[in-house]
Nanobody
């Protein structure tokens, strides 16, 4: 089993920045992909960004150029730097990890979620 604990999130004005962090513990050796999904009210959960153990990154088109994912394999952490935030970025952000790819659901492991609210 893998446990994921998120930190960060909160309320920010449009154009502002936030940083999310996630620490993994447990059977870390089994994990390949780590990253973030988000879910807005009334919408499906969507992939925001992911990074494989080997460094391959993937971003949703809507966040390219604004969000940056980073991963520290030695510390078992993944972070998401979010810049130029827009109201449509509002939602619950979930740290996620998968033994293979988290490109699509289902994903093996989830954090508890952290709220990000961007005011206009």
């Amino acid at each position: 089993q893998v446990q994921l604990v998120e930190s960060g999130g909160g309320l920010v004005e449009a154009g502002g920045s936030l940083r999310l962090s996630c620490a993994a513990s447990g059977s870390i050796f089994s994990i390949n992909d780590m990253g973030w999904y988000r879910q807005a009210p009334g919408k499906q959960r969507e992939l925001v960004a992911s990074k494989s153990r080997g460094g391959t990154t993937r971003y949703a088109d809507s966040v390219k150029g604004r969000f940056t994912i980073s991963r520290d394999n030695a510390k078992n952490t993944v972070s998401l730097q979010m810049n130029s935030l827009k109201p449509e970025d509002t939602g619950v952000y979930y740290c996620a990890a998968d033994r293979a790819s988290m490109r699509s659901l289902p994903v093996d492991y989830w954090g508890q979620g952290t709220q990000v609210t961007v005011s206009s």
